[in-house]
């Protein structure tokens, strides 16, 4: 179900003259976090105003489209899911009216108590516009008793389980919040005086805002006029749980995520990971991009050198036309290519970060080996991934992860690697450092931070806008 799959990026703003702009080029910068769909919710004071579209932050927002956002506080959201349908009515900001007025909300994570809650605010007679979770926070605010809005998204909030870092905006305030486990980031800067909130750290630095610290798990800061107060909202106070993965493959290179370099954490892992499981070899290759700082802490660990001898075509999007003949390994092909000159003859570490389906590694070992490679080792940066995320990472269901019905040995032959190892779960705990337990490392161990029952529902309802059509 796709709105069990989401990666988001989120963004906010407070009091800025240049609200939409900067928000626009806030989610430019966390693009990776979601290509699907893009949109911004404005306030100038009085009133909402809010734009998404299906497509990249670049293709939905233009001069124009800009120029009609008026207001000085703004959030924005950028949307990624997989599979099934990908609707205009899923885009966010989700933006309402209702008895005291509007609000608009940009939510990265996933509520996996979100059926239950839907099936019993419908039941009481609740219409929902969408298929996604983040809709349910909208109704259960809008219900809630309480005098102020603040009071009334956190007992909304405290319904829910699951993984939300949250923007949310009316005319006279833009509330940011996390979850009481911590699961998805949000980091709070600062631009001459004005608020900003972000998904990552690289958001902040493209508008040359300064980091001031992150949003607290279970912690919401409320922004009005002048003030900015901070609340914890939470009934709860659980283990705190981020998202190691988020550290190992989603986030960017040059964020500072949960206080911590992405790049230092991915280095540090290639280090581990060259100590752990080093093996004779000519060189060491990276999987671009996500695999290169890992492979330079390899490389640095072992003294193996390092070599650039994949190359990513960066400008591939999600629609690109199939050729009408096959060709083999187009997929993959598409994206990476070999350079054979370099790896002919040589024996070659691949370093990646983590393999999910084991398509993609077993392609790239072919490919290494049509180039001429004598031997091929794969490392990958991760443990085995052996259990779906539920809280917004997006692994496909269970039987699809290879690691979670075969063995190393096994998938070391399916791949058709020479030799195949993976981090150690201990090493990852050691490179996270003195934060280890305040992690969740679920999709590796299976050990989910709160118990719940996924239900599913079959949706009767298809919409079909320009952006479906196209996807
Ligand atoms: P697979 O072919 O299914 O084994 O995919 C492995 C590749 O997918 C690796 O190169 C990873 O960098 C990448 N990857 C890992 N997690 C994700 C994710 N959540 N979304 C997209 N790609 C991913």
């Not at 983590?354 to 080996?369: D, H, Q, Y």
């Amino acid at each position: 179900m796709d709105e069990l799959r989401e990666d988001c990026g989120i963004f906010g703003i407070w009091n800025n003259a240049d609200a939409a702009r900067l928000t626009y080029l806030g989610l430019y910068a966390l693009q990776h976090r979601g290509q699907e769909s893009a949109g911004i919710a404005i306030s100038d004071g009085t009133k909402l105003y809010s734009y998404k579209q299906m497509g990249y932050v670049n293709d939905v927002f233009n001069e124009h489209v800009l120029s009609i956002l008026h207001g000085k506080n703004a959030i924005g959201h950028v949307r990624y899911s997989t599979y099934g349908a990908s609707e205009l009515r899923n885009a966010q900001p989700f933006a309402v009216e209702y008895k005291n007025g509007s609000l608009a909300i940009a939510h990265n994570g996933n509520i996996v108590n979100y059926e239950a809650i839907r099936s019993r605010l419908e039941a009481e007679g609740s219409i929902f516009q969408s298929t996604m979770d983040t809709e349910v926070i909208v109704h259960l605010t809008a219900k809630a008793e309480g005098e102020t809005i603040h009071d009334r998204l956190a007992s909304a909030l405290n319904e829910l389980k699951g993984a939300y870092s949250i923007v949310l905006l009316t005319e006279r305030e833009l509330i940011a919040a996390r979850d009481p486990y911590g699961f998805r980031p949000l980091v709070i800067g600062e631009l001459n005086g004005s608020l900003v909130f972000a998904s990552e750290t690289c958001a902040l630095d493209l508008i040359g805002a300064h980091y001031i610290r992150d949003v607290l798990a279970g912690e919401m800061i409320v922004v009005s006029g002048d003030s900015m107060r901070s609340y914890m909202f939470s009934n709860k106070t659980p283990r705190a749980s981020q998202c190691v993965f988020e550290h190992i493959y989603f986030a960017r290179p040059d964020s500072i995520i949960f206080g911590k370099s992405v790049y230092s954490i991915r280095t540090a892992l290639g280090r581990i990971l060259g100590m752990e499981s080093g093996v004779e070899a000519d060189m060491v290759v990276p999987v671009p991009d996500s695999g290169v700082p890992a492979a330079i802490g390899f490389s640095q660990q072992t003294g193996i050198p390092f070599q650039m001898a994949l190359i990513r075509n960066h400008y591939v999007g999600r629609t690109f036309i199939q050729p009408h003949q096959t060709i083999r390994d187009f997929n993959v092909k598409v994206k990476l290519n070999p350079i054979a000159e370099i790896i002919s003859g040589k024996r070659i570490i691949i370093i990646d970060d983590s393999i999910v389906r084991g398509t993609t590694s077993k392609t790239l070992v072919k490919m290494i080996r049509d180039a001429g490679a004598k031997e091929v080792h794969m490392r990958i940066s991760s443990p085995p991934i052996d259990y779906s995320c539920y809280y917004g990472i997006d692994t496909p269901t269970r039987a699809e992860l290879i690691s979670s019905s075969h063995t190393v040995k096994e998938i070391e032959q399916f791949i058709g690697a020479d030799s195949l190892r993976y981090m150690s779960i201990e090493g990852l705990r050691k490179v996270v450092g003195e934060d280890a337990d305040n992690f969740c490392y679920a999709c590796f161990t299976g050990d989910y931070p709160e118990p719940f029952e996924l239900t599913k529902r079959d949706h009767q309802l298809i919409l079909f806008d320009e952006g479906s059509l196209h996807g």
